[in-house]
């Protein structure tokens, strides 16, 4: 994998937004597989409304968005409403994030997270562009990448160190079964994730995970009985392989 753009295709470009624009796509589409299946992925034709790349083989969609310097808290994305409308379609695509410096024209970070992952919770919402702008009234979004799990966060080049094609594919394969919740009780799967990465230990107790209820009483103030909630979602993430028990109140994160 290559770390660097191709500088010779900017040549005739001034426009820095298109020579971003240039150089990324290439980029991507010369050195990315899909995280699902592990083929080639192929570009879109220009402006299309969904996303920017997709799989021949397996379907999957992918949206690119890139940016210099680091990767940061959240990202800036479209419309509001728009993104709300796409996280309930089956078009939703999954994104492509990508960082790089300028001077250097050298690719820090590239990471894709799964749509799976995505819920309006970490979308946030703009204020309305000023009535003196050109489009008085819009209201854009910035995608909250510090609301994600970690696991919702597969990399495959983290400060520049390329990581393995074998871990990226087993890394999105570890959370498919997020595809089959919805609503609250997708929710309630990734809030219990974040809480276990926020133990950063791969071994850990029922009674440490209870420590967080505080936290997910704000979240879910009509709920009274947070500590069977953080109990059943420990099931379901054992029953879906994310989890392993090991003793009375013991688990431990597979992978």
Partial sequence: M????NRSLIQEYKNSSQIARVLTENWVEKNIFCPSCGTPI?????NRPVADFYCLTC???????S?????????TDGAYDTMIARLKSSENPNFFFLTYELKTLQIHNFVVMPKHFFTPEIIEKRKPLSPNAKRAGWVGCNILLSALPESGK??????????????????????????ES?????GWILDIMA??????????????????????????????NIEFKISQQLQVLRDKGFLKFTARGNYELIG
């Fill in 195 to 224: 809480c276990i990465e926020k133990l950063h230990k791969k071994q850990f107790t029922r009674q440490e995970l209870l420590t967080f209820i505080p936290y997910l009483q704000t979240k879910y103030p009509k709920n009274n």
């Fill in 59 to 65: 379907k999957e969609q992918f949206e690119l968005k």
């Fill in 42 to 46: 192929q570009s879109y034709e220009n």
């Fill in 67 to 75: 940016k210099k310097g680091s990767l940061g808290k959240k990202v």
């Fill in 2 to 5: 290559n770390l660097h753009f």
């Fill in 182 to 186: 919805h609503g609250e009780q997708k």
């Fill in 154 to 179: 597969i990399f495959y080049i983290h400060n520049q160190t390329i990581q393995s094609k074998d871990a990226i594919l087993e890394k999105w394969a570890k959370t498919l079964f997020l595809k």
